[in-house]
Nanobody, 129 residues
Framework: QVPLVESGGGLVQPGGSLRLSCATS????????IGWFRQVPGKEREGVSC????????YYARSVKGRFTISRDHAKNTVYLQMNNLRPEDTAVYYC??????????????????????WGQGTQVTVSS
């Protein structure tokens, strides 16, 4: 079990930016692939981005490519999702998740929730004027 905690969500106007954080305690996130997902009520959870534990590769859903950036801060043991030029359709609860340390599901798109085992509690992002 890898406990994950998301933070950084909030209310932002269209065109604005937010940076989400995914942190843990007792584990080193560098050895885990991390995925970011989002979900709105009544819809399936959608893979947004991931960063590989094997080669540092990153992948993005088409809907966020060019606007969102995933990155690691090794010193802070944290993975970030920088979200720029936010749109109302980005409104959702955002989750970070990881798989077992010996498995790397971040190899292509789409980013699939069933390939990830451990999830945070989510953070709400609302884009509205």
């Amino acid at each position: 079990q890898v406990p994950l905690v998301e933070s950084g969500g909030g209310l932002v106007q269209p065109g604005g930016s937010l940076r989400l954080s995914c942190a843990t305690s007792g584990f080193t996130l560098d050895v885990y692939t991390i995925g970011w997902f989002r979900q709105v009520p009544g819809k399936e959870r959608e893979g947004v981005s991931c960063i590989s534990n094997s080669n540092g590769g990153t992948y993005y859903a088409r809907s966020v490519k060019g606007r969102f950036t995933i990155s690691r801060d090794h010193a802070k043991n944290t993975v970030y999702l920088q979200m720029n030029n936010l749109r109302p359709e980005d409104t959702a609860v955002y989750y970070c998740a990881t798989a077992e340390s010996d498995y790397d599901p971040c190899t292509t798109v789409p980013i699939l929730p069933y390939q990830y085992d451990y999830w945070g509690q989510g953070t709400q992002v609302t884009v509205s004027s």
